[in-house]
T-cell receptor
Framework: AQKVTQAQTEISVVEKEDVTLDCVYE???????LFWYKQPPSGELVFLIR??????QNEISGRYSWNFQKSTSSFNFTITASQVVDSAVYFC???????????????FGQGTILTVHP | DAGVIQSPRHEVTEMGQEVTLRCKPI?????LFWYRQTMMRGLELLIY????????DSGMPEDRFSAKMPNASFSTLKIQPSEPRDSAVYFC????????????FGPGTRLTVL
């Protein structure tokens, strides 16, 4: 069965520090999709990035970067020079066929609470 | 373009009452998802629809929960009768396709059952 594990429940850093959020996933599919979402204190879920299982290139977007490694089933997220506005809950998620023939189920990790102190 | 719209944003009700949560997906999105978020269980998929048809309702906790999508622009999640353990934030999300496209989430409905 598909599973997403975010082992870090809470992380606390001081502004300008770099921080990496870990995500490990399990799936039997060879084709699957990975996502990161951000949930700020206001509560909405904001999409950050999508990766498919055939694209292992790392991606950088401003202060955000993602490291996808199929060999270790990991999809880690790094924030460089963190800012107070980065404080949020971050979710890693997996979309696969769940053993069926169609996609649809998005399985979320438990989330990592990131607090950036000024 | 407007995002996913949910109503009400907050609902406080008493145990035993019927609760109806509403969702308007983004126009043109063929998939609609209902999630529940609690501290204990995190984010759980309850049910999802494709072209107004329920595809997978295996996450619906029990018969007290039901969901409908009478047309492409409206869906409801109903709890009857409600119980205190149903207290959670309920999110609706929509997507143009399932799987590789991101899901766009609504602001959520915070439900409190007393």
């Amino acid at each position: 069965a598909q599973k997403v594990t975010q082992a870090q429940t809470e992380i606390s850093v001081v502004e300008k520090e770099d921080v990496t959020l870990d995500c490990v996933y399990e799936t039997r599919d060879t084709t699957y999709y990975l996502f990161w979402y951000k949930q700020p204190p206001s509560g909405e879920l904001v999409f950050l990035i999508r990766r498919n299982s055939f694209d292992e290139q790392n991606e950088i977007s401003g202060r955000y970067s993602w490291n996808f490694q199929k060999s270790t089933s990991s999809f880690n997220f790094t924030i460089t020079a963190s800012q107070v506005v980065d404080s949020a809950v971050y979710f890693c998620a997996l979309s696969d066929t769940a053993g069926g023939t169609s996609y649809g189920k998005l399985t979320f990790g438990q989330g990592t609470i990131l607090t950036v102190h000024p | 373009d407007a995002g996913v719209i949910q109503s009400p944003r907050h609902e406080v009700t008493e145990m035993g009452q019927e609760v109806t949560l509403r969702c308007k997906p983004i126009s043109g999105h063929d998939y609609l998802f209902w999630y529940r978020q609690t501290m204990m269980r995190g984010l759980e998929l309850l049910i999802y629809f494709n072209n107004n048809v329920p595809i997978d309702d295996s996450g619906m906790p029990e018969d007290r929960f039901s969901a409908k999508m009478p047309n492409a622009s409206f869906s409801t999640l109903k709890i009857q009768p409600s119980e205190p353990r149903d207290s959670a934030v309920y999110f609706c999300a929509s997507s143009p396709t399932a799987g590789y496209n991101e899901q766009f989430f609504g602001p959520g409905t915070r439900l409190t059952v007393l």
